[in-house]
């Protein structure tokens, strides 16, 4: 066992033995050997990547499908499904059931990733230079390989407690957390507890004596000085703000998060609106932070997924921005609008959308209907570039 620099700069030496023997292992075919490198596993669909599905029996439903935010994509006669985290195959299988329930007797599909999403990992904490790793979604790269890319654990790096912080679909800021005791793994050369990384992933190693009561917090963002800061005692946002440099003049202040790790799998986040805080002094905004904290300041373009257009027989028309973390729907986007004019054909609201191949798409939607019995279930999500048209009412029918 060794303790204070002496870890760090053991677990440093290592690393790169660690990944040469780690590929070594892999090309070698080793299974079950200490040296074995983490299970192959073919790839999993993620948020972002854009399909290309085809239907043997229907070839106009052959296109490219984006996955969004919430993991799903639009299939035309299906509606919504949900198929992040999943194969290739295990997609084809499930849009084949699909279809085999309602509309052919045998339904023959392929799923293949026609682009895969794009954004870089970045490794936080205690290694040597911190900084992100551009990549994209076909590539594979392990954490003991950021971690090597990364020049190798800092002296204080504390190894047994590297984590992972990974999005989870549904377009938000949540994580779920990976730990992964890097220590262990090298002392006993077994890599197969080593995890493939994903695009957007945040690899955080704590310093010696961190842990769970790590004495600073992270600063992300919009912020003048980004990276890990000491805690003190008493820190609230706006102590945080100002030890972080305050805010640049591209921050989005309404839409700031605080993420707390929950001492299992997944940071919380915690909406925090600095314009509140700092404009109106409502010291309801200005939360306690804890050590350990990461506090995000997303920039104008990042704060929204874009903007819908609502047009014809409506009380407000005009653009409506979709907010980063909150699914925004036709019934209730008209609702907050003011409603619909008295001459408005509520019964035929139609959504004007282009998909991702390109090709142009009407939806039309009975809008009256869900209003009227409260059926919120049936109500329809936009998507960025929506432009809704609500016609008027032909006198006499």
Not at 304 to 331: C, D, H, I, K, S
């Amino acid at each position: 066992m060794y303790v204070g620099g002496r870890r760090g700069t053991w677990l440093g030496a290592v690393l790169l033995l660690a990944v040469m023997l780690r590929s070594a292992g892999a090309a070698a075919g080793v299974g079950d050997s200490p040296a074995a490198a983490p299970s192959f596993k073919p790839h999993e669909i993620m948020v972002g990547d854009r399909l290309r599905i085809s239907v043997r029996e229907e070839p106009e439903l052959t296109r490219v499908y984006a996955v969004a935010g919430d993991g799903t994509i639009d299939f035309p006669l299906i509606g919504r499904i949900t198929l992040a985290d999943t194969t290739t195959d295990e997609a084809a299988d499930l849009i084949e059931k699909r279809l085999e329930e309602r509309y052919f007797k045998r339904a023959t599909v392929e799923v293949e990733v026609a682009e895969f999403v794009e954004g870089a990992i970045m490794v936080l904490g205690a290694v040597k230079h911190p900084g992100t790793i551009p990549f994209k979604g076909d590539q594979l790269l392990t954490l003991l390989e950021a971690l090597t890319m990364s020049g190798g654990l800092a002296k204080d790096a504390d190894g047994t407690q590297v984590r992972i912080l990974r999005w989870k679909p549904g377009g938000g800021m949540a994580r779920e957390v990976i730990s992964v005791d890097v220590q262990k793994m090298l002392e006993d050369l077994d890599f197969s507890r080593d995890q493939f990384l994903r695009p957007r992933d945040i690899v955080f190693v704590p310093s010696l004596g961190g842990g769970e009561g790590a004495r600073e917090f992270l600063a992300l963002g919009e912020v003048g000085q980004p990276g890990f800061h000491p805690y003190s005692e008493g820190m609230d946002v706006i102590r945080a703000v100002t030890r972080a440099g305050g805010v640049t003049r591209e921050a989005q202040l309404d839409a700031v998060r605080l993420l707390r790790y929950d001492g299992k799998s997944s940071y919380t986040p915690i909406p925090i609106d600095l314009s509140r805080l700092l404009g109106a002094a409502d010291m309801s905004m200005n939360v306690a932070v804890m050590p350990g904290d990461i506090l995000f300041v997303p920039s104008r373009r990042q704060a929204t997924r874009g903007q819908v257009y609502l047009l014809g027989q409506v009380v407000q028309r005009g653009a409506f921005p979709l907010p980063l973390n909150q699914e925004v729907t036709l019934a209730r986007t008209i609702l907050n609008s003011g409603g619909f004019t008295k001459f408005a054909n509520d019964s035929k609201v139609k959504i004007l959308r282009t998909a991702p191949d390109g090709s142009k798409q009407t939806l039309v939607v009975n809008v009256a209907r869900i209003l009227k019995t409260g059926s919120f279930e049936d109500d329809v999500p936009l998507r960025n570039g929506d432009v809704i048209i609500v016609p008027e009412k032909v006198l006499g029918f």
